[in-house]
């Protein structure tokens, strides 16, 4: 992401993000937006701001039947990040199956 000098402009950019991501992977499982602190919360206009000072996180995600995709906007030090990643359940259910054989071993 490009710095902005207003920081709303970060919500703008998560929001491309989200509409992306729906476009491919349908509506979010889930979609969060979480006050830390709500000092700006009644004054739109400062929500980027908000955002880089850690008052104010957004996160979506979605699933599909081999992935886990998240989307977060959050920040800290007046300084915003937009992460979106990938999680494989196919990597998640083989450490599970790891786990469980371990514990039957074990047994």
């Not at 959050?74 to 199956?97: F, M, P, Q, W």
Request: glycine share 4%; hydrophobic share 35%; with cysteine.
């Amino acid at each position: 992401m490009e710095p902005h000098i207003n920081k709303n402009d970060y919500i703008d950019d998560f929001n491309d993000f989200k509409q992306a991501l729906t476009k491919k992977y349908g509506e979010p499982a889930a979609e969060e937006v979480t006050w830390e602190n709500d000092m700006f919360k009644n004054d739109k206009s400062k929500w980027g701001l908000a955002i880089s000072m850690g008052h104010l996180q957004y996160l979506s995600h979605w699933k599909t039947s081999t992935t886990v995709i998240f989307a977060v906007l959050t920040g800290d030090n007046l300084k915003a990040n937009c992460v979106v990643s990938y999680n494989s359940l196919r990597h998640e259910s083989l450490i599970k199956e790891k786990e469980e054989k371990k514990s039957s071993d074990d047994l």
